[in-house]
T-cell receptor
Framework: DADVTQTPRNRITKTGKRIMLECSQT?????MYWYRQDPGLGLRLIYY???????NKGEISDGYSVSRQAQAKFSLSLESAIPNQTALYFC??????????FGSGTRLTVV | ELKVEQNPLFLSMQEGKNYTIYCNYS?????LYWYRQDPGKSLESLFV?????AVKQEGRLMASLDTKARLSTLHITAAVHDLSATYFC??????????????FGKGTHLIIQP
């Protein structure tokens, strides 16, 4: 099993719909992150969490919300999806020491 | 605000040639990462550079870090087709006293032609 699992892998949704992307990890890491990748723009940080009670906005948090349900679970929600939120979304974890572990990604298309 | 700039953003080269990808960053940090990404895939960690003068090599790839110049390089020696991918550098904000997480460059799309 993967250390960082994202579900779904692919999703097509309609404008205005609410959608949740889920991330779970078996690394035992405290820190979890959501990134968005757009062609030619690299990865940009949406939200990050140091632990269950600590949630922080990244550089592009508008239009997104997150929930840290447990140390191992970190969900990203789009309350009302819009087409420019079409992107590849990555969840990542870190122990805070050195290495980051990325999930396989969720490809989201908003039509 | 931390900014990370890579160049070139696109590189087409022939097998057997050498080339270097550059990564500049704007604020103090001593933790620099290089990742590889194949189309539609996740990020594969290549190198983590932790101090000024750090040099790491794996196969045909070698990465270095100059924290004073805020510059890292990824050098490709005698390129082979299998190295075709997108390469990202990223800087850890936390080591520079900023917010947590990585700030990425836009990536270098590398195509190696036979």
């Amino acid at each position: 099993d993967a250390d960082v699992t994202q579900t779904p892998r692919n999703r097509i949704t309609k404008t205005g719909k609410r959608i949740m992307l889920e991330c779970s990890q078996t690394k035992g890491h405290d820190r979890m992150y959501w990134y968005r990748q757009d062609p030619g723009l690299g990865l940009r940080l949406i939200y990050y969490s140091f632990d269950v009670k600590d949630i922080n906005k990244g550089e592009i948090s508008d239009g997104y919300s997150v929930s840290r349900q447990a140390q191992a679970k970190f969900s990203l929600s789009l309350e009302s999806a819009i087409p420019n939120q079409t992107a590849l979304y990555f969840c990542a974890t870190s122990s805070g020491q050195l290495h980051y572990t990325f999930g396989s990604g969720t490809r989201l298309t908003v039509v | 605000e931390l900014k990370v700039e890579q160049n070139p953003l696109f590189l087409s080269m022939q097998e057997g040639k050498n080339y270097t990808i550059y990564c500049n960053y704007s604020t103090t940090s001593d933790r620099l990462y290089w990742y590889r990404q194949d189309p539609g895939k996740s990020l594969e960690s290549l190198f983590v550079l932790l101090s000024n003068g750090a040099v790491k090599q794996e196969g045909r790839l070698m990465a270095s870090l100059d924290t004073k110049a805020r510059l890292s390089t990824l050098h490709i020696t005698a390129a082979v087709h299998d190295l075709s991918a997108t390469y990202f550098c990223a800087v850890d904000k936390s080591s520079g006293g900023g917010a947590d997480g990585l700030t990425f460059g836009k990536g270098t799309h590398l195509i190696i032609q036979p």
